[in-house]
């Protein structure tokens, strides 16, 4: 028995002993594989600012705390963060060795690859976040297998395609991004199973058309829908309602149609930001959205009230921070009680029927920093409270009837910037206004106002814009508005009086003083009657033109230099303003006939976001193109006049030439020279681009010698910051001639920026590092540069909008193309005869350097010059090498 006994407690001792080593072996083998799995995983990766540098078998430090890594405590990896690094390369599948895997944060670097679905075998991972990368191809079926998926972050990438039912099965999803991809077709019908789901974000998908499935009221979770901007149409389902932790909702820019649904005010409690802005929904406003209980409305007519009213009453919506309903067509009264929500900062519902009024309880929404209630049809006075709102910086709110006066302290907010009343019924006189040191702007026109102009407006050190016209306004002009820096005075149509103080005419950008039959001064009907100012007009008319004919002399002789200038300063008081223009070319045009000459038949298509362009046939029977930039009032003249003329001394053969600008207070006319062959893009566009070889290659080194010279041999260096085929032109023997460039020195930076922000989220022209570095760069023209070479190479346009599965824009389809065997010569346009085939390959390596999205591989101009220049030179002139490839750029 003992000897038995004993011989069981061995084998049991050995069966455990061997156990523990086993378990032991197993640990231990497990903690040198976790540094290992890193490696391979960092060996399939491209990190060019060396990041990772710290993942190094040669260093001591433990891989726990390597670069990114985030391990448990009993140090096993269980989180891999390596956002914003610049990485590319390959996902490799080899993470999933890493058995304890939970967030894997890819987001904000370069990959360039499909959904790697390979990850779906990491079995414990349940945040994954590939946000903000070049992530393309379709998301396929296969996505189901991802069960563990609690955090799916796939927005800002080029994903396209239908949403596969598939998703359906990822059931324990929190949040659900979507947002900002190339989506197409309709959201699946299997929302109703995301029962977990906090963040659903399909915004921002332009391709996508669908309803808003109706089982999303089953995701009782949700706290936030955000689906603008994709191409959702229909109503809004009812069981919206149902969402009772709904905190951000924000449906703008679809095509929504239908009512709202009736209860959604009094369910959804929660809200702190509604967005139904520019969709097609109409009808009432659903009865008591954010009502008080047992109150149903709340209206003070007392000026005397002083803004203490108790706030118990409202019992809804009390975090309510947002709404905006704008460019819809809402009906009915404006819900009461919104206006003097505890939180509420911004209300937009400008270009609705609404009616109703602005109650005095206004001056509880303490927080209100900005309402726009332009264009409806609200019948209000303007209450007392509005003044007592500190926080308030724009209110508008033209164009509705708004009737009495105006309160002393309606501008009593320190803060206050933008204030429109304009087309309204206001009466009475324009109170002084002390408090609002920070207004800019001020309209108020087209009111009933009497009385004088306020003195104390001279003393708003930053008002740019008043208008004050047509009403009924009397006295004269005060001198003290001489103070200010305006770039709008409008008095237009009223009754005022008196000498038009000297110094506000003379540095105005835009003044509009007509209709007021008794102001006098210079360059009026009416001269003052002063004698001693009469003359002194005379003087100064006669002075003008001597200068004149000066000027004119200097022109003949600076024509001999080939640079002619004549600047023309005219004021008429007609609609369109003052005019103001340089000619560096003899121009026989008045801007007038611009004017009458620039009109919708002339207009050539929609070019460009920065403006029209317009052919225009002068009196002397030549053509110029005319394009016209709105500037909003931003650049002083001189200023401007400074930039343009930085841009029209530029002479180089592939760069239009400015022969001449006008300015009026809120639009430039560039006058260019008008080319035959119109442009680039508009050809490739046509379908049948049948341009020979030469051509293109002649076109593909003229666009790129322009480019160098702007960014190297002109002084100041310039970047074009819009290069793309449509502002290339052609003259009659194909030579390319570049335009719109550098167009921000005109605009400004911020007004530039914001153009090109608003287009650039289609364009395929703009480099991928514009989404976050809005610094422009040489290497931003160049990217252009190589997506017009792969509109040559392959003679698709850049972006082709075609609804079938080719939809890619060329960039991505090259990609594509060229990464299967043999797909180079697939891409190249089969109009091209073989002869040529290998220098369109060359072109197609330089398009595809050129389009590198890391910025620093792609070359520069000058390099780019070169390269095509070699390729020519291996065809045509075989014997020549040499010199042909001396790349001096003609000036
Ligand atoms: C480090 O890793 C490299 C490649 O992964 C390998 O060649 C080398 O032998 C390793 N060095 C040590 C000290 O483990
Ligand atoms: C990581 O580094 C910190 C301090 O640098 C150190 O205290 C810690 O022990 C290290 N962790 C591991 C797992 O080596
Ligand atoms: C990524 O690379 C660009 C260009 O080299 C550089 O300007 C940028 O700072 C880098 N970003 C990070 C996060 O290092
Ligand atoms: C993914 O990363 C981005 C970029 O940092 C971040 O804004 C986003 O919230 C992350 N997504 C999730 C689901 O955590
Ligand atoms: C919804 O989830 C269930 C499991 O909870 C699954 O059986 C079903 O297939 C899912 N539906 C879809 C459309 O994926
Ligand atoms: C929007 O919907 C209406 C019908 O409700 C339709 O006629 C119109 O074409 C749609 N617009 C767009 C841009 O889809
Ligand atoms: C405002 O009204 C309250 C209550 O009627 C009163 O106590 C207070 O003095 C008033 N404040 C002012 C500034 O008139
Ligand atoms: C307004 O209501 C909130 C929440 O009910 C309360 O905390 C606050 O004290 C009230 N303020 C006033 C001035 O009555
Ligand atoms: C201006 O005042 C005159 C006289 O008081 C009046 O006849 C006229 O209707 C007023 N015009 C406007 C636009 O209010």
């Known amino acids: 028995m003992p000897m038995a006994s004993y011989s069981t407690l061995s084998l049991t001792f050995l069966i455990l002993s061997s156990l523990l080593i086993f378990t032991i072996n197993a640990s231990s083998s497990e903690q040198q594989q976790e540094p290992d799995i890193l490696l391979t995983f960092k060996s399939a990766i491209d990190d060019p600012m060396n990041y990772l540098s710290s993942w190094s078998n040669t260093t001591t430090t433990h891989h726990c705390n390597w670069t990114g890594v985030t391990c448990t405590t009993t140090t096993t990896i269980s989180s891999l963060t390596l956002q914003n690094l610049n990485l590319s390369g390959e996902i490799s599948p080899s993470i999933c060795q890493l058995s304890n895997l939970i967030t894997l944060n890819l987001a904000d670097n370069f990959f360039n690859q499909p959904i790697p679905l390979h990850l779906s075998q990491c079995s414990s991972l349940n945040t994954l976040n590939l946000s903000n990368n070049l992530i393309w191809g379709t998301i396929p079926d296969q996505i189901?297998?991802?069960?563990?998926?609690?955090?799916?972050?796939?927005?800002?990438?080029?994903?396209?395609?239908?949403?596969?039912?598939?998703?359906?099965?990822?059931?324990?999803?929190?949040?659900?991004?979507?947002?900002?991809?190339?989506?197409?077709?309709?959201?699946?019908?299997?929302?109703?199973?995301?029962?977990?789901?906090?963040?659903?974000?399909?915004?921002?998908?332009?391709?996508?058309?669908?309803?808003?499935?109706?089982?999303?009221?089953?995701?009782?979770?949700?706290?936030?829908?955000?689906?603008?901007?994709?191409?959702?149409?229909?109503?809004?389902?009812?069981?919206?309602?149902?969402?009772?932790?709904?905190?951000?909702?924000?449906?703008?820019?679809?095509?929504?149609?239908?009512?709202?649904?009736?209860?959604?005010?009094?369910?959804?409690?929660?809200?702190?930001?509604?967005?139904?802005?520019?969709?097609?929904?109409?009808?009432?406003?659903?009865?008591?959205?954010?009502?008080?209980?047992?109150?149903?409305?709340?209206?003070?007519?007392?000026?005397?009230?002083?803004?203490?009213?108790?706030?118990?009453?409202?019992?809804?919506?009390?975090?309510?921070?947002r709404l905006e309903v704008q460019n819809n067509g809402f009906v009915g009264d404006f819900p009461n009680n919104l206006w003097s929500l505890p939180r509420i900062k911004l209300i937009r519902a400008e270009n609705n029927r609404f009616s109703g009024e602005i109650p005095e309880s206004v001056s509880m929404a303490s927080q209100l920093e900005q309402v726009q209630i332009d264009n409806n049809s609200f019948i209000s006075k303007i209450p007392h409270g509005l003044g007592l709102v500190k926080s308030l910086y724009r209110f508008s709110a033209s164009l509705?009837?708004?009737?009495?006066?105006?309160?002393?302290?309606?501008?009593?907010?320190?803060?206050?910037?933008?204030?429109?009343?304009?087309?309204?019924?206001?009466?009475?006189?324009?109170?002084?206004?002390?408090?609002?040191?920070?207004?800019?702007?001020?309209?108020?026109?087209?009111?009933?106002?009497?009385?004088?102009?306020?003195?104390?407006?001279?003393?708003?050190?930053?008002?740019?814009?008043?208008?004050?016209?047509?009403?009924?306004?009397?006295g004269e002009i005060p001198l003290e508005l001489q103070n200010l820096k305006l770039a709008l005075f409008n008095v237009s149509f009223n009754r005022l009086s008196g000498r038009v103080p000297a110094s506000l005419i003379a540095g105005l950008p835009a003044l509009y003083?007509?209709?007021?039959?008794?102001?006098?001064?210079?360059?009026?009907?009416?001269?003052?009657?002063?004698?001693?100012?009469?003359?002194?007009?005379?003087?100064?008319?006669?002075?003008?033109?001597?200068?004149?004919?000066?000027?004119?002399?200097?022109?003949?002789?600076?024509?001999?230099?080939?640079?002619?200038v004549i600047r023309r300063s005219s004021k008429r008081k007609s609609e369109t303003g003052i005019w103001r223009s340089v000619f560096f070319y003899p121009l026989r045009v008045t801007e007038q006939d611009l004017i009458m000459a620039m009109d919708e038949k002339a207009s050539r298509g929609s070019s460009g976001a920065f403006g029209r362009v317009y052919i225009v046939n002068l009196p002397s029977n030549e053509l110029v193109a005319v394009k016209k930039i709105p500037t909003f009032g931003n650049p002083s003249f001189k200023t401007l006049r400074t930039e343009v003329k930085t841009l029209a001394k530029i002479r180089h053969k592939n760069v239009v030439r400015i022969l001449g600008f006008c300015h009026s207070y809120d639009s430039i006319f560039l006058i260019y020279e008008c080319l035959e062959k119109g442009s680039l893009g508009d050809l490739i566009g046509k379908g049948e681009f049948q341009l020979a070889w030469s051509f293109r290659l002649k076109i593909a080194i003229g666009i790129a010698q322009g480019l160098a010279y702007l960014h190297k041999d002109y002084v100041p260096h310039l970047l074009h910051r819009d290069v793309k085929s449509k502002n290339v032109l052609l003259d009659k023997e194909f030579e390319p001639k570049l335009t719109d460039?550098?167009?921000?020195?005109?605009?400004?930076?911020?007004?530039?920026?914001?153009?090109?922000?608003?287009?650039?989220?289609?364009?395929?022209?703009?480099?991928?590092?514009?989404?976050?570095?809005?610094?422009?760069?040489?290497?931003?023209?160049?990217?252009?540069?190589?997506?017009?070479?792969?509109?040559?190479?392959?003679?698709?346009?850049a972006e082709q909008m075609d609804s079938s599965e080719e939809s890619l824009d060329v960039v991505k389809w090259v990609r594509r193309k060229v990464n299967i065997s043999n797909g180079a010569l697939q891409?190249?346009?089969?109009?091209?005869?073989?002869?040529?085939?290998?220098?369109?390959?060359?072109?197609?390596?330089?398009?595809?350097?050129?389009?590198?999205?890391?910025?620093?591989?792609?070359?520069?101009?000058?390099?780019?010059?070169?390269?095509?220049?070699?390729?020519?030179?291996?065809?045509?002139?075989?014997?020549?090498?040499?010199?042909?490839?001396?790349?001096?750029?003609?000036?």
């Open 400 to 474: 509705n009837g708004l009737y009495g006066e105006l309160p002393p302290n309606f501008c009593d907010s320190p803060v206050m910037s933008i204030i429109n009343f304009s087309h309204n019924y206001i009466a009475g006189e324009i109170p002084e206004i002390k408090k609002c040191k920070k207004l800019v702007s001020l309209s108020l026109a087209d009111n009933n106002f009497v009385g004088r102009i306020p003195v104390s407006l001279g003393d708003l050190p930053v008002l740019t814009y008043l208008d004050l016209s047509r009403n009924n306004l009397t």
């Open 741 to 797: 460039f550098a167009l921000d020195r005109l605009l400004g930076e911020t007004a530039f920026q914001s153009s090109m922000d608003s287009k650039s989220a289609s364009s395929c022209y703009m480099a991928p590092e514009f989404g976050y570095n809005k610094k422009a760069t040489e290497q931003m023209d160049t990217y252009g540069f190589g997506v017009i070479l792969l509109e040559l190479v392959t003679g698709r346009a």
């Open 827 to 891: 891409v190249l346009d089969p109009k091209l005869s073989s002869s040529c085939q290998q220098d369109a390959l060359g072109m197609l390596e330089i398009g595809l350097q050129c389009t590198s999205v890391m910025p620093e591989k792609r070359p520069s101009m000058f390099e780019a010059v070169a390269a095509l220049q070699s390729l020519g030179s291996k065809t045509r002139l075989p014997s020549l090498d040499l010199s042909a490839s001396s790349h001096s750029v003609p000036v």
């Open 144 to 321: 189901s297998e991802f069960k563990s998926l609690k955090f799916l972050d796939l927005s800002k990438n080029h994903v396209e395609g239908k949403i596969p039912d598939g998703v359906g099965s990822l059931v324990n999803l929190q949040v659900l991004n979507l947002g900002n991809n190339l989506f197409s077709g309709s959201v699946p019908n299997v929302l109703g199973n995301f029962t977990e789901l906090i963040v659903l974000d399909l915004s921002v998908n332009p391709f996508m058309e669908s309803e808003i499935p109706s089982d999303v009221g089953k995701l009782l979770k949700l706290e936030q829908v955000l689906l603008q901007r994709s191409g959702f149409y229909g109503e809004i389902p009812s069981s919206i309602v149902e969402l009772k932790g709904l905190t951000f909702v924000d449906l703008s820019q679809n095509n929504l149609s239908g009512v709202l649904p009736s209860r959604i005010g009094s369910s959804l409690k929660k809200l702190v930001s509604f967005d139904v802005s520019q969709n097609n929904l109409f009808g009432y406003f659903p009865n008591g959205i954010c009502e008080a209980s047992g109150l149903t409305s709340l209206s003070l007519h007392t000026n005397s009230f002083n803004g203490t009213l108790p706030n118990t009453s409202i019992a809804n919506c009390l975090n309510l921070e």
């Open 513 to 564: 003083i007509q209709g007021n039959p008794e102001l006098c001064g210079p360059g009026l009907s009416n001269s003052c009657s002063n004698e001693g100012s009469d003359r002194r007009i005379a003087g100064i008319s006669k002075l003008a033109c001597a200068l004149i004919s000066l000027a004119l002399l200097a022109g003949i002789l600076s024509l001999a230099f080939g640079f002619y």
